[in-house]
T-cell receptor, first 116, second 112 residues
């Protein structure tokens, strides 16, 4: 199946710094990618829809100035957590659909962010 | 998208069939049923989806009731590696780029 790769797999950063997470579709083009956040023992929460060449669409309650999304090409979307704080520590997951194939979405392996 | 209800947890013996139920009583005619699973600390993995007919692939079978208000995911011979959280999701269409909204899922524990 199609492969979605995230980088890094895990990251530890200091409070107040910014962290960038990359999501790549390795063998297909994705005009749309999705970013999720997952806290321990909870389900995935959709944060935003990333659209190639245009602004992301954020879910209610997600601060767009804090979670910057850039979808500069058909194979790459980035999520930047700005001025990170300990409460931003979470598991961040992206997904994409191969527009040339069927209905299933493919997910990256996730990025575990720890803010200290 | 219609709401789904799943039991929070289930147990299954290795080698036996695991039958995971999902209620989606408010499903509408153009909504599909999708199943994903998430193994600990990994991204979700697509399993199967269907509209009204039963579906089978190399991973599982999906049985949808005639009124489409509920469905069952069947793992015919569960292994220890099938231990995961299983999510049943209902959403419109099987093309395009509609978002997937995850519920709380069923935590399946497969034991030796």
């Amino acid at each position: 199946g199609a492969v979605v790769s995230q980088h890094p797999s895990w990251v530890i950063c200091k409070s107040g710094t910014s962290v960038k997470i990359e999501c790549r579709s390795l063998d297909f083009q994705a005009t749309t990618m999705f970013w999720y956040r997952q806290f321990p023992k909870q389900s995935l929460m959709l944060m935003a829809t990333s659209n190639e060449g245009s602004k992301a669409t954020y879910e209610q309650g997600v601060e767009k100035d804090k979670f910057l999304i850039n979808h500069a090409s058909l194979t790459l979307s980035t999520l930047t957590v700005t001025s990170a704080h300990p409460e931003d520590s979470s598991f961040y997951i992206c997904s994409a659909r191969d527009q040339g194939k069927g209905a299933e979405a493919f997910f990256g392996q996730g990025t575990r962010l720890t803010v200290v | 998208d219609a709401k789904t209800t799943q039991p929070p947890s289930m147990d299954c013996a290795e080698g036996r069939a695991a039958n995971l139920p999902c209620n989606h009583s408010t499903i509408s005619g153009n909504e599909y049923v999708y199943w994903y699973r998430q193994i600990h600390s990994q991204g979700p993995q697509y399993i199967i989806h269907g509209l009204k007919n039963n579906e089978t692939n190399e991973m599982a079978s999906l049985i949808i009731t005639e009124d489409r208000k509920s469905s069952t995911l069947i793992l015919p011979h569960a292994t220890l590696r099938d231990t995961a959280v299983y999510y049943c999701i209902v959403r419109v269409g099987d093309t395009g780029f509609q978002k997937l909204v995850f519920g709380t899922g069923t935590r399946l524990l497969v034991s030796p």
